[in-house]
């Protein structure tokens, strides 16, 4: 089925660790984002990117990393992970000018101890 | 920066009742959209409005864009079990910023059978 692909779908980390969480759209889509949600936070931006080539920080970019691999894949990383980074994560992406074409990913709930 | 006041942030109704939900802002947006997050997914868009004073409904849902620009609401009719989840608005002002689409921080519905 179409949509947004995210894995894994948990993870836990110990403090320090690395990891990237993967996210892949089949729509062609030109923009794709980062989310986080944590209760009663809603949903915050990390990084987003327009178009292939480029990315761009969000609200809450500290302590993560981004790579636009193609027009498909749009990679976080945590480099040394921290127990505020507990969260679930959430990629999305759109279409330009097709506000309603921005679909999510299923998320990534990732605990860091 | 901006922000959108979403309330109530819970609520807790018995089948069949009608539901109300709205969001504010003191910033003006030229589009806002509802989603809804159901446990373990992503979320999901229900309604977009993309005109002030447009009143959308899908199904049961029945969604306002504010006259003023600066607030929108939901009404559920005749709620039933499969409406519990995390309501979401969101807003943008399209043309700026792709990464500029923000988020309420949602509201919880319970409904009792």
Redesign the interface.
């Known amino acids: 089925n179409a949509g947004v692909t995210q894995t894994p779908k948990f993870q836990v980390l110990k403090t320090g660790q690395s990891m990237t969480l993967q996210c892949a759209q089949d729509m062609n889509h030109n923009s794709m984002y980062w989310y986080r949600q944590d209760p009663g936070m809603g949903l915050r931006l990390i990084y987003y990117s327009a178009s292939e080539g480029t990315t761009d920080k969000g609200e809450v970019p500290n302590g993560y990393n981004v790579s636009r691999l193609n027009k498909r894949e749009f990679s976080l990383r945590l480099e040394s992970a921290a127990p505020s980074q507990t969260s679930v994560y959430f990629c999305a992406s759109s279409a330009p000018g097709r506000l309603d074409g921005y679909t999510f990913g299923s998320g990534t709930r990732l605990t860091v101890v | ?1 901006q922000q959108l006041n ?1 309330s109530p ?1 819970s609520m807790f109704i018995q089948e069949g009742e009608d539901v109300s939900m709205n969001c504010t802002s003191s910033s003006i947006f030229n ?1 806002w ?1 509802w989603y809804k997050q159901e446990p ?6 229900l309604i ?1 409005l ?1 005109k002030a004073g447009e009143l959308t409904s899908n199904g049961r849902l029945t969604a306002q864009f504010g006259i003023t620009r600066k607030d929108s609401f939901l009404n559920i009719s005749a709620s039933i079990p499969s409406d519990v989840g995390i309501y ?1 608005c969101a807003a ?1 002002n ?1 043309g700026g ?3 500029n ?6 509201t919880k519905l319970s409904v009792k059978p």
Do not use: D, H, M
Not at chain 2, 40 to 45: A, C, K, Q, T
Not at chain 2, 101 to 106: D, E, N, P, S, T
């Open positions: 920066g979403q942030q589009t959209l373990g997914e992503g979320p999901v868009l977009a993309y979401f943008l399209y910023s792709q990464g689409l923000i988020f309420g921080k949602g």
